[in-house]
């Protein structure tokens, strides 16, 4: 049984109220950070327990507090992304829905660190319900005085607000996001400045993931060093993950960084295994931008090594043989899955999804979607393989934002591991979909 | 700072870009711009022909950059060291890019008024490929009349913003913007509003497509035929020096006067540009210097004179008779 140090408590009838979540021992970390520690100290421990960005990049996030710019007399901003948009990850929805306090007293947490006066909680449009159990969650932390003037008798005061987006993939990207907060078209800014410099309202403004944010209240309750010992390497502490796919038991789990990705599958502890008996074939391991691994390769490394869940681990071999952690959206597909019909599920969202600044990423998507298409109506060529692997290439790396290589990675990954199914496809003119969600689909139809 | 591109060295005061620098090296270095404005703030950063191999970040960190960048909106740093035409990768990733920009664009040159002066002719021309692998329908939209003097051909667009950021930055109210996303972008005046200001006329100048057209010069006359000169008159709106077109005696359109790099001198206003098509309107100072490579020199109505003196020179000195003199 692995720690659990964000939602060991989500079990817990109601919860997501104060008084429950005070009896939980629930905003003990802002009364020792507000009390006993400066901000600089709060920082340190941050630091110390090697938490990085939970959101997908995998940045330090110690590393990122310590550029944040404090020029005298310019407020300085938190802003939480909780535009979770990322197909196949979840677990931001989950831990908002169940345990909103954790994420308020993590804001509160942080803010004092960064010396922010107000903080944002950006929230994707889609998940409105969600936006109103944190406003909940907030008025009643106003109520209960752990935000407003003088939280706690000292003389740190703090706002929180919740933003609901307008449900576009691209304000999940930090800059498209401070964008969209201002109230403009949600394009992503041209960087540098960063917005560590100028961010909200050209202030100096820290974005950090929901996780991330909850993850800074364990650290400072038991110190980073502490929370540092969890994990392996440079993969610390604990992870929430979003398992989806055809697995026996769905859903958000909290791991330690670092047990095995075939533990992970097979235990009956997470993800109990393929579901109707099948055999697994491939596995998105980070959320969909991330390149799609088969079985050998996810269960293995190329060196032979099993594959353990940390950033390390599942980096190992480029993406040559290997993938990324990512955000931890964790979908895994058994035999009868079209890779193909999969790619062009991918491709169609970050099509629908592109911000249309820039041309690579514009016209690329939609040439993508349209030639995978062809793969679908049984009309593609062998030459359009080809074609796929030249404009992905020429997509990546091109781009203002990561869009374009979140979009260019599963099509550049699926063609280097299941070409034989592209070629199968344009050789017998024919695409045969055998998947238990089609079938399924023809029984009741 | 000192900054080497392709090899040459130059020194440029700190806050200059690396595409002005490579500008003022001269043209053999300059990379492409298509979005990239000098008189409009924050334009540029989205067509991506620009782009460049950062080799070395600077004196201080000799790294270099990862991936390739936007060389109109990067910063030189001291010591850097920037790859343009010499990184095969560059000239490929920019073919690649002029692709994506192309692969929407309807190739309807024969009919667009911008062909002879559009950058996108120059730019598939010196970096895309004679074919296309494109092959589903084209992005289509109606054509829109901005007022009775602008016509709005989204289908030409390539979303280069420079019109948004002209209506931004030169006129007084904002009227015009960018609508829906991805590749459904659209510039747009939300329900066709006229764009009711004096300097509305520029957005056509900095178009660097034929999206953006003159609809009192629409379908006039191909622009290879018509003569530019620069002409000014005294104007209490703008600064009133402009570049008119002729054929023959008649003024067929009016201009800003433009740069080596395609760039307005200065933004003229709309009664110079719509409402003074008599050649008695203007003070006119002689022919408009335009570059050896594009059509319109084809005419080769600027070194006319200079051009028979050279030949008869030659004639003279392979015993012709005198051009002038033939029988």
């Keep these: ?445 | 700072m000192k900054v080497t591109i392709d090899g040459v060295e130059i020194d440029v005061p700190k806050g200059t870009t690396i595409l002005q620098a490579a500008r003022m090296i001269g043209p053999s270095v300059a990379p492409p711009a298509m979005c990239y404005y000098t008189k409009l703030k924050t334009s540029g950063g989205y067509c991506r022909t620009c782009i460049v191999k950062v080799t070395k970040g600077s004196t201080a960190n000799p790294n270099p950059m990862p991936k390739p960048v936007a060389s109109c909106r990067t910063e030189v740093m001291d010591g850097m060291e920037v790859q343009n035409f010499t990184s095969p990768e560059i000239v490929e990733a920019r073919k690649g890019v002029v692709e994506f920009l192309l692969i929407n664009h309807p190739l309807d040159c024969p009919v667009c008024d911008q062909a002879g002066e559009c950058k996108l002719q120059d730019l598939g021309y010196e970096n895309g490929s004679a074919k296309t692998r494109y092959e589903f329908k084209r992005r289509e939209f109606e054509g829109i009349d901005i007022g009775d003097k602008i016509k709005l051909h989204m289908t030409r667009c390539i979303l280069c913003y420079r019109c948004v950021k002209t209506a931004e930055q030169i006129t007084e109210k904002r009227l015009h913007g960018v609508v829906h996303r991805g590749d459904a972008s659209e510039i747009s005046t939300y329900i066709e509003q006229v764009i009711d200001n004096d300097f509305s006329g520029n957005v056509i100048d900095v178009c660097p497509v034929g999206a953006l057209t003159d609809r009192t010069f629409r379908f006039k006359q191909r622009v290879w035929f018509t003569k530019p000169v620069d002409a000014h008159r005294n104007c209490d709106k703008c600064c009133g020096k402009t570049r008119v077109w002729l054929k023959g005696e008649e003024v067929v359109r009016v201009t800003a006067r433009k740069d080596m790099w395609d760039e307005v001198e200065e933004f003229i206003c709309n009664s110079c540009r719509y409402d003074h098509k008599k050649k008695s309107d203007w003070v006119i100072e002689g022919p408009s210097h335009i570059s050896r490579a594009s059509v319109i020199s084809q005419g080769h109505y600027e070194h006319l004179n200079e051009l028979k003196v050279e030949a008869m020179k030659h004639q003279k000195a392979l015993g012709f008779m005198d051009i002038d003199k033939r029988p």
Excluded at chain 1, 77 to 82: D, F, I, T
Excluded at chain 1, 216 to 225: A, D, K, L, Q
Excluded at chain 1, 354 to 364: H, K, L, N
């Design chain 1, 1 to 445: 049984m692995g720690r659990k140090l964000l939602i060991h408590n989500d079990k817990v009838p109601n919860i997501h109220t104060l008084e429950v979540y005070r009896a939980h021992g629930g905003y003990a970390s802002v009364e020792k950070a507000l009390k006993n520690m400066t901000p600089d100290q709060v920082t340190d421990e941050v630091k110390k327990s090697g938490l990085r960005g939970r959101g997908g990049a995998g940045f330090p996030t110690g590393l990122k507090w310590s550029f944040l710019a404090k020029p005298e007399g310019v407020p300085r901003y938190l802003v939480c992304n909780a535009d979770e948009s990322e197909p196949g990850t979840f677990k931001d929805r989950y831990l908002m829905e169940v345990i909103p306090h954790a994420l308020i007293e993590g804001m509160i947490t942080s803010s004092y660190a960064l010396g922010a006066k107000a903080s944002y909680i950006y929230i994707r449009g889609e998940y409105f319900y969600v936006a109103r159990i944190v406003e909940a969650a907030i008025k009643e932390a106003y109520a209960a005085g752990w935000l407003g003037k003088n939280i706690l008798g000292t003389d740190f005061s703090h706002d929180c607000y919740v933003q609901v987006g307008g449900g576009a993939y691209i304000c999940g990207e930090e800059t498209a996001l401070l964008e969209s907060l201002e109230g403009k078209r949600g394009n992503p800014r041209i960087k540098p400045p960063f917005p560590a410099v100028a961010g909200l309202w050209g202030c100096p403004t820290v974005v950090n993931n929901v996780e991330t944010i909850a993850a800074v209240c364990p650290i400072v309750m038991m110190g980073g060093e502490e929370y540092a010992k969890i994990g392996i390497g440079k993969s610390t502490g604990t992870k929430l993950i979003s398992a989806s796919g055809h697995i026996n038991k769905p859903g958000v789990y909290e791991i330690e960084l670092g047990i095995p990705v075939e533990e992970f599958i097979y235990s009956e502890e997470y993800c109990g295994g393929i579901r109707n008996g099948k055999k697994m074939k491939a596995v998105v391991a980070g959320g969909s931008s991330v390149p799609i691994l088969p079985t050998e390769l996810i269960l293995k490394t190329a060196k032979g090594e099993p594959r353990l869940m940390t950033y390390e681990s599942l980096g190992d071999g480029g993406f040559q043989t290997g993938t990324m952690l990512g955000s931890g959206g964790f979908i895994v597909m058994d035999e009868d899955t079209s890779i193909v019909k999969n790619l062009f599920t991918f491709t169609r969202f970050y099509h629908h999804e592109s911000c249309g600044q820039c041309s690579p990423c514009r016209e690329g998507t939609g040439w993508m979607e349209k030639i995978l298409k062809k793969f679908l109506n049984g009309t593609a060529n062998e030459s359009d393989v080809e074609l796929l692997w030249d404009i992905q290439s020429k997509i990546e790396g091109k781009t203002i934002c990561p869009l374009g290589e979140a979009a260019a990675w599963p099509v550049a990954a699926a063609i280097r591991h299941f070409k034989h199914e592209f070629l199968e496809i344009a050789r017998n003119k024919k695409f045969v979909d055998v998947s238990h969600y089609n079938r399924l689909n023809k029984v009741t139809a």
